[in-house]
Each structure stands twice: as structure tokens, then as C-alpha cells.
């Protein structure tokens, strides 16, 4: 990853090798291609996406001297940091710090959600080091194995998902809620 203080062309980029002997280091590179599908899909409408940024993925794969095969991703990397790195969470009061948390709910609940239902694929890590924040939105990152699943068979309404999700956001945000 290139440093933050490195001369770029402006676009910081990520360049995950991944050592695909456990069938899984496969999931992310298929995630995040369909995830970039969906951004695509949605550049132009008004939507829970429109907030984050295009992921700009390429992937593949190289030998090494050895020649053994590896997967490559190259991607943008997203912007913002973890809420409780964040100047506003340290110092904020208890009710700014509900406030906060309600929103990253609210925005990640339908981003999940849309990634269920145009691509099948549920992110189920959407904890705090998982997402990102920023003055412009809050964006999912860990696309690998076993943080996305493919859903088999009917997908689930909104309010189903919302059932689910709610009690998962408990389970991964408990300590941070606890806190508050």
C-alpha cells in the first residue's frame, strides 16, 4: 500500500497478494469483483452506494521463483478510518457517540442488504474494524473468506434481513455499544 505521505497520481492503491492453497483467499477476489458490479450498476442512480467509492479492481494471479501460483488484487483503498479513531467518537459526549453508531447502522444495514439482493452475497463481518467512516459515508471493507457468503435458495425480504442483521450488529458492535 502506498504511504499517505507518497507522491501519487492522487489515487492510492492496495496490492494484496494472497496464497490461494486454502480455497477460500478465492471468495475475495470474486466479492469484491461483484461488489464493484453493484457500484457500477448504481453510479448513476441515487443509492446507498452513492457514497462510496468505485473499488477499481483488477485481479489475477503470478507465479513466484518457485513457481508457485498466487492471486493479486489491486484496488483503490477506501477512505476514512474506524470510529473509535475518529476526533469526533473520542471527545464526543455519550448521546453523539448513539448518534453516531445509529447512523453507521442505518447506512451499512442497506448497503449489506443491496449486496444480498442484486448479487446473493451477504458481507456477515460488518463489525467496527470493518467499516470506515468518513465525513461522506461509511464504507464495508474485508470481502474475503469468511467475512462474505453466498445466500442458497430464497432471498430474504428486507425485513427478514433486518431481523438478522440487527441481532448480528448487537454480536459485533457489543462492546462498543456497552461503552455508550
Not at 14 to 27: D, F, R
Not at 128 to 139: F, K, M, R, S
Not at 148 to 169: L, N, Q, S
Amino acid at each position: 500500500m502506498l504511504a499517505h505521505n507518497a507522491e501519487s497520481s492522487g489515487n492510492e492503491v492496495i496490492v494484496k497478494i494472497l496464497n490461494l492453497e486454502p480455497l477460500s483467499a478465492s471468495c475475495e477476489v470474486f466479492a469484491l469483483k461483484e461488489l464493484t458490479q453493484v457500484q457500477q450498476d448504481e453510479h448513476n442512480a441515487k443509492s446507498p452506494w452513492s457514497d462510496q467509492l468505485f473499488l477499481f479492481i483488477k485481479s489475477g494471479f503470478v507465479n513466484d521463483y518457485a513457481k508457485n501460483k498466487w492471486g493479486v488484487i489491486v484496488m483503490r483503498k477506501q477512505p476514512g478510518q474506524q470510529l473509535s479513531q475518529m476526533t469526533e467518537w473520542k471527545t464526543g459526549t455519550s448521546e453523539f457517540k448513539r448518534h453516531m453508531v445509529n447512523t453507521v447502522y442505518e447506512r451499512t444495514l442497506q448497503k449489506v442488504y443491496d449486496l444480498v439482493e442484486k448479487k446473493g452475497l451477504v458481507h456477515v463481518d460488518f463489525g467496527p474494524t470493518n467499516i470506515l467512516v468518513d465525513y461522506d459515508g461509511c464504507y464495508l471493507i474485508d470481502f474475503g473468506a469468511p467475512s462474505v457468503f453466498h445466500i442458497k435458495g430464497t432471498k430474504p425480504t428486507f425485513e427478514e434481513f433486518e431481523h438478522w442483521y440487527k441481532i448480528r450488529w448487537g454480536f459485533l458492535w457489543g462492546s462498543v455499544l456497552q461503552e455508550i
